[in-house]
Nanobody, 124 residues
Framework: QVQLVESGGGLVQAGGSLRLSCARS????????MAWFRQAPGKDRDFVAA????????YYTDSVKGRFTISTDNAGNTAYLEMRGLKPEDTAVYYC?????????????????WGQGTQVTVSS
């Protein structure tokens, strides 16, 4: 089993920055994908960013490219989402997701493990 615990959410003014963390524990697969999704009130949970362990490639949804950066620590046990230039439309609950495979289609259904979420609120 895998457990994911997010932290780092909070309230920030537009233009500000936050760094989210996702601590992973449990079994480890060499080939895996870590990702961040977010869910705004009344909306579906949407893909934000992902990193695949086999090649270190990163993937971003268009609305966050150039502002958000996904990374992991050297051991691959903690994932980070560095968020800069935050906008009110970034307000959402942010979820960490993990799958024991190299995910190609970054859809919610392709990730087996999820954290509990952390709230990010951006005021205008």
């Amino acid at each position: 089993q895998v457990q994911l615990v997010e932290s780092g959410g909070g309230l920030v003014q537009a233009g500000g920055s936050l760094r989210l963390s996702c601590a992973r524990s449990g079994r480890t697969f060499r080939l895996h994908t870590m990702a961040w999704f977010r869910q705004a009130p009344g909306k579906d949970r949407d893909f934000v960013a992902a990193l695949t362990s086999n090649d270190g490639r990163t993937y971003y949804t268009d609305s966050v490219k150039g502002r958000f950066t996904i990374s992991t620590d050297n051991a691959g046990n903690t994932a980070y989402l560095e968020m800069r230039g935050l906008k009110p439309e970034d307000t959402a609950v942010y979820y960490c997701a993990y799958d024991e495979s190299t995910v190609i289609n970054m859809a919610e259904r392709n990730f087996d493990y999820w954290g509990q979420g952390t709230q990010v609120t951006v005021s205008s």
